[in-house]
């Protein structure tokens, strides 16, 4: 029981800090908000047939934006303070470090689906399957969803450090999410078109969710360590310039 409480105590902490700056939630769920009256003013007129072809592309697009307006802030208390170091003298385990971590990510990106899913069941009537099919739903957008903060948080942890860290995560992030929103997007389509075999995508999408995070632990101890040598090496570097 020492790995959960550990990654439960970590992620606790980052999260009170936040309900107390509510810095990257207030961003996270405007944009949120303009990206879904951006989708509705411009697809209102698609005809309802066409509708679920275009539907997943909106909210796994728009998942992916928040993902990484989030991704890019979730290291920063450690860049801005310095302490990435401290925490990894720390006696924590460093799994419990990329646990807790993309357990907020995940937390922000679900906050954000409890306004896309609904805006976009509003605005399109082919999204109403989701309204009649809650259970499938929410399954689908929490595998999603975990997916993306599995793979993002071992690269943004990678580029914890690095000054122009939002243009590299973006560059290297979506390439490497691309396979598990394709497939989050193909099981929302077969879900708005009731498809008969939904069960078996959404066991597909959890499998790859547990590989995903299987090999984001086991990737995530190496990255980190190597990105804090960096940074005792960079900050040596400037102390001897000076």
Known sequence: MRLPRQAWLLAKNDLRQELRDLEL????????????VMFGLSFAS????????????????????????????IFDREREADTLRALLTAPVERVAIYVSKAFVTLLVLLGCCLILVPGLVF???AAQVMAEQPLRTAALVVL??????AVGTVFAAGLAT????N??????????TSPALMWSLVATRALLERHPDLPTYLAQLAALDVLLVVLGGWLFE???????RSATASGRARGRRR
Do not use: D, E, N
């Open 25 to 36: 939630l207030a961003t996270a769920g405007f944009f949120t908000l303009v990206v879904l």
């Open 46 to 73: 698609l005809g309802r047939k066409v509708q679920p072809l275009a539907i997943p592309g909106m909210l796994w697009l728009a998942v992916a934006f928040v993902g990484t307006l989030t991704l890019t802030r």
């Open 123 to 125: 605005m399109f009537p």
């Open 144 to 149: 999603g969803c975990t997916s993306y903060a």
């Open 162 to 165: 690095s000054s122009g860290k």
């Open 167 to 176: 243009v590299l995560l973006s560059v290297i992030l979506y390439p490497l």
């Open 222 to 228: 190496s990255v980190l360590v190597g990105t804090a």
